[in-house]
């Protein structure tokens, strides 16, 4: 018996036309010195005799290597110990044992082009069929009021909303700051001061608030969203849910979106808000405009309508956000990689389509709100 | 004398105010096929992951191969994690990977092996644990329950280890895939020379391959010793576990089908 730890060395020598190996031939042993081994080996190529006699451990990687070398077939003379025989006997037992080719089909580069075709044709689809689907629940759900899922959408709105107030306030205030500090710059220029009121007030509560915050909010609660759903899928939760006849639509789905119709439109709202109080303090600092004089003017030179615009945007971008992680969360298939694809593709693509649906708004409401 | 391939000693374990394990010792020689048995709760498959290292007792030592798990350069404790496979409960197959590579990843990872090496050593894992060469192309996720762990057991075995620690081997598997897979694992252990240490409920299993059965209980181990003698020891749990009529009828059933 070898002790567990004693480790001989492999050793090849060649004497008077016998090879002749020594020592523990195996994987732990080789290793650290591969490729010496294989070289030395391969300068007894023609070598027709082999002595195994003094090969004190063989494993199966050493008996490949060595059936390797011998290219598949027993030299002419052999002279080892019954054990280390059956090692080369399993390793001459495999034969010519390969993985098969992964099948190639001669219209591989039609799917290439089409598969990615058809798979944006199948998101729109299923994600046409869940908002199918979430109406369908909420007519259901008005005939039927004790089903709403209000604690799963309070749970959310917390989740969501309040816990998002510390990052989008940082973000907001910074943002705002900057913003005002840029264009302090070039209208100190031009003697227009007092325009700041008008670019800060205009360009954060109109645009920058809802587009910024869909950001935060898909980063922060659209990836967790495909994250949970799709762990869901990956240890069949979803399907116990199925089971008890309770609708993932509902109970998963709809709270989260409801959560986010919600929250996002206070939280554009909380966002704005900071952002420009960083602007104001900016401007006090750069332009000497004061806290006073700058709100009073807000209100005349911004139109109420684009608080409403915001507050509708906030809404509208907070549904694409909550659809758009639930559609990929469901989508993720029981493995590591799909889960890590499907809640990259999900952030990509909320982010995506908050962007699409502001240039909407844009061009919807370019009458609406803006002074002349 | 050699030095055991595994040796516990005076292991103590507590989580929180739980104490798991009170003083453990166990010490298993090289090629022996050692089960750990015990209630529920009783810390089997704590010790066995306190024996790869992926947890720390609270006090004790844990000597592998004669040197303590955690002693030497990081490059040594590298090698001597090499040395021994685990088969996990549930597989813990990489499920990124297909099944070629799962087999693969271990030997790549050793950065000497050429990619015809790998490949010949991978076929040769699938044709032990019984898979056929086709697959090697499936994904973890399409394989059945039986086939996961014959693929897991062929990644164990990838380094060709000397000692190999098997989490309920047969857990989840239908009567008759777990005698196939016991059967499996002892045609392997007595081809490879392996020594085993494994943890199981499953008295078919137990009887038919082990060589020594480890009965935790109390915190400790109670006996260390081969089944006919476990049978006969006097405590309350060899008597729950060991000699109820359906447990001698398992057993039988199990020396039965090796």
Request: charged content about 20%; overall charge positive; hydrophobic content about 50%.
């Amino acid at each position: 018996m070898v002790a567990p730890d004693s480790l001989s060395m492999p050793e090849v020598s060649v004497a008077q036309g016998v090879v002749v190996l020594r020592g523990d031939w195996t994987l732990r042993a080789l290793s650290p010195q591969l490729a010496r081994m294989r070289r030395v080996l391969e300068q007894s190529r023609s070598v027709a005799s082999w002595d195994l006699g003094g090969v004190s451990r063989l494993d199966n990687f050493g008996a490949q290597l060595l059936w390797r070398h011998w290219r598949q077939t027993r030299p002419g003379q052999l002279r080892a110990a019954p054990e280390l025989l059956r090692v080369i006997d399993a390793a001459e037992a495999l034969g010519n044992a390969a993985l098969p080719a992964p099948p190639r089909h001669w219209l591989a580069p039609v799917h290439a082009l089409g598969d990615p075709l058809l798979a944006l044709v199948s998101h729109i689809v299923e994600l046409l069929r869940l908002v199918g689907q979430l109406g369908i629940d909420l007519a259901y759900l008005c005939v039927r009021p004790q089903l709403w899922p209000l604690r799963e959408f309070s749970a959310n709105l917390f989740k969501t909303g309040v816990r998002a107030m510390p990052v989008t306030a940082l973000v907001g205030f910074l943002i705002g700051v900057v913003l005002s500090y840029l264009s302090a710059l070039q209208l100190k220029a031009f003697g227009a001061d007092i325009f700041i009121v008008n670019i800060l007030g205009l360009g954060i509560i109109r645009e920058l608030g809802p587009v910024l915050v869909s950001v935060l909010v898909a980063g922060r609660s659209g990836s967790a969203m495909t994250a949970q759903l799709g762990v869901m899928r990956v240890t069949e939760e979803i399907d116990a849910l199925a089971t008890m006849g309770i609708s993932r639509h509902v109970r998963l789905v709809l709270p989260k979106v409801m959560a986010l119709a919600v929250a996002m439109p206070l939280l554009v709202l909380w966002a704005s808000g900071v952002a420009i109080l960083g602007g104001m303090v900016s401007a006090r600092l750069q332009l000497g405009i004061g806290f006073g004089f700058f709100l009073q003017t807000l209100p005349t030179v911004v139109p109420i309508a684009n608080l409403y615009i915001a507050i509708a945007k906030g809404a509208v971008f907070g549904v694409v956000i909550a659809l758009v992680a639930c559609h990929f969360g469901l989508r993720v298939k029981p493995n590591t990689e799909s889960l890590s694809a499907n809640t990259t593709a999900s952030v990509v693509s909320a982010i995506t389509a908050v962007i699409l649906m502001d240039a909407v708004f844009a061009i919807a409401t370019r009458h609406i709100g803006v002074p002349l | 004398m050699t030095a055991p391939v595994v040796e516990l000693a005076g292991i103590v374990t507590r989580f929180g105010k739980t104490v798991v394990h009170d003083g453990v010792d166990l010490a298993i020689p090289a090629g022996e096929v050692v089960t750990l048995v015990g209630g529920s709760g009783s810390g089997k498959t704590t010790l066995l992951r306190e024996i790869v290292g992926l947890l720390t007792p609270t006090a004790g030592e844990v000597r592998l191969f004669g040197e303590p798990l955690h002693s030497g350069s990081r490059a040594e404790q590298v090698r001597r994690r090499r040395r021994f496979g685990m088969l996990f409960q549930q597989g813990a197959l990489f499920s990124a990977f297909d099944v070629f590579d799962n087999i693969a990843f271990p030997l790549r990872e050793l950065r000497c092996l050429t990619a015809d090496e790998v490949h010949d050593a991978v076929m040769l894992k699938l044709a032990m644990v019984e898979l056929q060469p086709e697959h090697g192309l499936r994904m973890p996720a399409e394989l059945s329950g039986g086939m996961i762990k014959r693929v897991a057991l062929a990644r164990a075995l990838a380094l060709e280890p000397e000692l190999l620690l098997l989490d309920e081997p047969t857990a989840g598997l239908d009567p008759d895939r777990s005698a196939a897979f016991v059967r499996l694992i002892r045609a392997l252990q007595a081809q490879l020379g392996l020594t085993v240490v494994l943890v199981t409920h499953d008295l078919d299993t137990l009887a038919a391959l082990s060589s020594r059965v480890a009965v935790l209980a109390e915190r400790r181990i109670l006996a260390c010793d081969t089944l006919d003698r476990i049978i006969e020891l006097d405590h309350p749990f060899v008597e729950r576990f060991f000699r109820t009529e359906t447990s001698r009828r398992a057993m039988a059933r199990g020396l039965e089908s090796i």
